[in-house]
């Protein structure tokens, strides 16, 4: 299974970015894939999960409202589409998948695939 996140850059406050994912081992459909970010010093914090049964995606309240998850299943592909960015949105973006249960999916451990990491900066 390998994941390559792509789509990181430099943003203005209150701009938008996407994030993508390309996902090749194994179908969306079968797997729960998360977004992740992680700022130095601190732990990586679960952005959006959007589990393998049902497709549901779940939001941090961080991101509730102005990030979107999508996917192009064809492609195999998880698009993280990010809006209304706020100077605390920059982080390294990392999309991962795994089969955690529903208690445990906000848990990084819980994920046993990542990819390299993609870095969102929001400055002005």
């Known amino acids: 299974v390998q994941l390559q996140a792509s789509g990181g850059g430099l943003v203005h406050p209150g701009g938008s970015l996407t994030l993508s994912c390309a996902i090749s081992?194994?179908?969306?459909?079968?797997?729960?894939v998360a977004w992740f970010r992680q700022v130095p010093g601190k732990e990586r914090e679960a952005v959006s999960i959007?589990?393998?049964?049902?497709?549901?995606?779940y939001y941090s309240d961080s991101v509730k409202g102005r990030f979107t998850v999508s996917r192009d299943n064809p492609k195999n592909t998880v698009y993280l589409q990010m809006n209304d960015l706020k100077r605390d949105d920059t982080a390294v973006y990392y999309c991962?998948?795994?089969?955690?249960?529903?208690?445990?999916?906000?848990?990084?451990?819980?994920?046993?695939?990542w990819g390299q990491g993609t870095q969102v900066t929001v400055d002005s």
């Open positions: 991962a998948v795994g089969f955690p249960i529903l208690s445990a999916q906000w848990d990084s451990q819980n994920y046993r695939y």
């Open positions: 081992g194994v179908t969306l459909r079968s797997t729960t």
């Open positions: 959007t589990r393998s049964s049902g497709g549901r995606t």
